[in-house]
């Protein structure tokens, strides 16, 4: 069983709800790409594999039979999903016909992949679990979304209003700063300098006041083995110092995140990279007991946020709450997911900008699904429930997107 070819399945089948030209096909080629990665993402968990480790057939036949059957189930329901999609994507011109083969091809190789699987499941236990996996998900579609798209709507904000070149350059320099300085106060200057370029004096006022505790205190306790980031790891923070700083950082990073969210054109859609690199540059490798304090806070006030952007079918907030749930759950592939989805909100402010391009819209889909894939592999070996609902999220958020986009 190729270790990441689960993963890498995703890539398709968001490329294909990208491109499909009727909303069912794209409906049905999105939810077998969230199915497929919960699937594949919690049968990964259920056998420890670190990234890129291979999973020996004899493995997953050790693994308790009703977990096994559960995690093939959710992944033949994607494989059977993206070949519905493909009959409902096919049309008469060559861009529908080309989706239906992308969908339809992806669908036969996530069962040729997992032929181990059922297997060691057996094949008629886990075309059961997908019968009853796919009802459930029906009722609770069914239960939720009328309710759902009742609420108001407020398009996410197009405009194109002129941004001076100077702000733009400093807002990237600062990024870049806070995703490649060696050092800690070049970090965090660098996010700091991103959030004054930005213009928004909410966003100031949230992150640099955090930005300025952070760095005092890191300073003075990480001043004798030095601020260097390949020395934080070392540094004499003690548990108490730790939870004082995580809360911190996480409120800057949190700042800078609500500052993308909108996925307007412009520079702005580049903080949430700035505010994921405080937390999985600093906190991650420096701070991990006070990172597993606040988890039981953060990653709740996470899926809060995927819910309320699930509901308003907003994409750039989807991506980055589940880059935040991510960094607090660096296991496995939570690191990749969550700088993968911090990008997001610039692919999408990338999309407006070119008038909605078919091409960004698609790579702003595979990028999205890919990470939230990774993401899915790290929060699930941490926080089990919480990972599920948050997948739950995004395939509500998905039709919800899909049903605002044909009435646009």
């Known amino acids: 069983m190729p270790p990441l070819l689960t993963f890498l399945l995703v890539v398709p089948l968001a490329a294909a709800a990208a491109l499909a030209a009727r909303p069912h096909g794209a409906r049905l080629a999105a939810l077998a790409a969230v199915s497929l990665g919960l699937g594949a993402a919690s049968l990964r968990v259920a056998l420890a594999l670190p990234i890129g480790a291979e999973a ?12 096994l059957r559960v995690d093939a189930g959710l992944q033949l329901l994607g494989a059977f999903l993206a070949i519905a999609a493909a009959g409902l994507a096919w049309g008469p011109d060559l861009r529908s016909r080309g989706t239906a083969l992308l969908s339809g091809a992806t669908g036969a190789t996530i069962i040729v992949a997992l032929l181990p699987a059922l297997e060691a499941a057996g094949v008629v236990p886990v075309f059961l679990a997908t019968l009853a996996l796919g009802a459930g998900c029906w009722v609770a579609g069914m239960l939720l979304l009328p309710l759902l798209r009742r609420l108001p709507h407020r398009p996410a904000g197009d405009s194109t209003h002129a941004e001076r070149p100077a702000w733009a350059v400093l807002t990237a320099l600062g990024t870049i700063a806070a995703v490649v300085a060696p050092h800690a106060l070049v970090v965090l200057a660098g996010a700091a300098l991103a959030a004054a370029a930005s213009r928004r004096i909410v966003v100031a006022i949230v992150v640099l006041p955090a ?12 001043a004798p083995t030095g601020l260097a980031l390949s020395a ?3 540094g004499p923070f003690s548990p108490a110092a730790e939870a004082m700083l995580v809360p911190a950082l996480a409120v800057a990073a949190a700042g800078l995140m609500a500052g993308a969210a909108r996925g307007r054109p412009g520079s702005n859609a580049l903080l949430g990279v700035a505010g994921i690199a405080l937390l999985l540059r600093l906190c991650v490798p420096a701070l991990p007991a006070g990172m597993d304090g606040w ?7 996470g899926v809060l946020v995927m819910w309320a952007a699930a509901a308003r079918g907003a994409l750039a907030p989807l991506a980055l709450a589940g880059a935040w749930i991510a960094a607090f759950a660096p296991a496995g592939g939570g690191p990749t997911g969550a700088w993968l989805l911090a990008l997001v909100p610039a692919l999408v402010a990338g ?4 008038s909605r391009a078919v091409p960004v819209r698609a790579l702003t889909s595979m990028v999205g699904a890919l990470g939230g894939a990774f993401a899915l592999d790290g929060v699930l070996r ?27």
């Open 295 to 301: 988890r039981t806070v953060a990653v709740p006030l």
């Open 56 to 67: 020996d057939p004899l493995w997953v036949g050790a693994l308790p039979l009703r977990s």
């Open 382 to 408: 941490t926080e089990v429930v919480y990972g599920v609902v948050a997948t739950a999220a995004v395939a509500i958020a998905t039709e919800v997107y899909i049903s605002r986009a044909r009435h646009t």
């Open 211 to 222: 930005i300025g505790f952070a760095g005092w205190w890191l300073h003075v306790i990480g």
């Open 351 to 354: 999309s407006r900008l070119l």
């Open 232 to 234: 934080l790891p070392e």
